[in-house]
């Protein structure tokens, strides 16, 4: 049984003979019962705003374009972003650590002593 519908009458509904079995075929898809999967068909219509006289086909086209529009809309944000924001931060980011580098000092080193050469062995 569908669940919070246990206690509601069913009716009928006349269909041709052919749609009756393409419907049933389709709720065996569905896994659902012929109710349930009517009940949903309707809902999904209703929800979507779509009318099923209607092809879907240019909707689509037009969510698509919609799509690529607020794509572009963001790459041009981004674009404007390192343009007016990124690049000239990092220029100066540069120009400050260049401009801050130490200045190379020279090391002080032990001065060496004059040494003067005491021979070790004394000629005679």
Known sequence: MDKGYEKEQ??????KCS???????????MGASNSM?????LEFFEHNGISPKESIGPQMQTLESLIKKRINGVVAIMKDIEKNQTKPT??????????AEPKKKTLLLEKEQKRTKIP?????
């Open 90 to 99: 990092v220029a100066m980011m540069q120009s400050l650590f260049q401009g």
């Open 37 to 41: 999967t009517l009940l949903h068909m």
């Open 10 to 15: 069913f009716t009928t509904i006349s269909f």
């Open 120 to 124: 070790r062995y004394k000629e005679k």
């Open 19 to 29: 749609t009756a079995k393409k419907f049933r075929a389709f709720s065996k898809k």
